[in-house]
């Protein structure tokens, strides 16, 4: 089996300080690099029972996840997020502990996590503001999707991927422009909707109020019948940017249902890039979220969160950029 003695071998590292490495305590860049290295390599896994004896701590950080479809981690933008927070947590051999999605996000949430003893919590979620009402956290915790007033934080850009969905749109010739809104009580939903109105207004374009329609909690579903809402209109937009995928997708079938072309007679943007997106009919034009990276920079504040109780020296937010993917369901009308 393999120890702590043969990692301090292989990367050059006294055992001292491969031992502040693996629990995550202040040693050098290079040698956390090196060791890290060294622990892949060996295949290494420390003894789970001596190590919370030596350390004190339990290696387990809870998980709470929270979302109103009701199809939890199976979702395709949420389930790369937490694949990336996991293999960044395994690299310091943590262990997650789901919470049961019934139990949601409440103080008696909080309490089962601290009777399970765990070292840190991330709450990755869509609710409005009122979901998160009363819920104290004394323990290291992190929010995904959406901020917090309390330090630790990680979201995509919104707004900017909103900018990137209409400057696409206008630079192709469009003016009537509708936005499939996500559901106005979550985070994205909001700030997607307000750099949509932003972005149209810089442009110098009219924001129709019957060209805003809610999508709902980002399903299929609500993006059918949102589409639905807007093709009964007498008049049509040209285009339509929604704000997530799943609600483009469904748009772009009703379209066709309707006997119209995309993007010949409709164009569509969707956000998120889930892998469907680049499978569907046309190709779907849509902003990119870093799924990978938001889960890992989440890991690494919550772990510098545990190694510092002192939440001053803790970044408070970290917003991830955005990049849109141009492919074919946006026609030109030049």
Do not use: C
């Amino acid at each position: 089996m393999v120890t702590i003695y043969d990692i301090a071998k292989d990367s050059g590292y006294s055992i001292a300080t491969v031992s502040k490495a693996l629990n995550n305590k202040s040693v050098s860049e290079k040698a956390r690099r090196a060791i890290l290295k060294s622990v892949e390599e060996l295949h290494y896994t420390p003894n789970s029972s001596a190590r919370t004896l030596a350390t004190n701590k339990s290696w387990m950080i809870g998980v709470v996840f929270g979302e109103n479809l009701g199809i939890g981690i199976a979702h395709p933008f949420f389930s790369q997020v937490i694949e990336g927070f996991k293999k960044h947590m395994e690299l310091y051999n943590y262990d997650l502990l789901f919470v049961s999605r019934h139990m949601g996000l409440q103080q008696e949430t909080y309490r089962h996590l601290q009777h399970r003893g765990v070292d840190g919590i991330v709450i990755i979620q869509s609710f409005g503001e009122d979901e998160m009402q009363n819920i104290e956290m004394s323990m290291p915790t992190v929010y995904i999707d959406r901020p917090s007033d309390e330090p630790g934080t990680v979201y995509s850009d919104n707004r900017s991927g909103s900018r990137l969905a209409v400057n696409h749109l206008v630079e192709n010739g469009h003016k009537k422009i509708a936005h499939i809104m996500g559901n106005q009580t979550t985070y994205a939903g909001i700030e997607r909707a307000k750099g949509f109105r932003q972005a149209m207004r810089d442009h110098g374009l009219d924001v129709r109020e019957d060209y805003l329609v809610d999508g709902g909690y980002y399903s299929q579903a609500g993006g059918r019948e949102a589409m639905i809402r807007l093709l009964s209109l007498e008049d049509k937009p040209t285009a339509v940017y929604a704000a997530g995928d799943e609600m483009a997708i469904a748009a772009i079938k009703v379209i066709k249902e309707w006997g119209l072309r995309v993007p010949e007679d409709i164009s569509v943007v969707g956000f998120d890039d889930i892998q469907l997106a680049q499978h569907i009919d046309p190709p779907l034009t849509t902003i990119r979220q870093d799924k990978e990276l938001i889960g890992q920079q989440a890991a690494i504040m919550l772990l510098d969160k545990i190694a510092n109780q002192d939440t001053k020296h803790v970044n408070k937010t970290k917003m991830v950029p955005v990049s849109i993917v141009k492919r074919q369901s946006v026609h030109n009308l030049a």
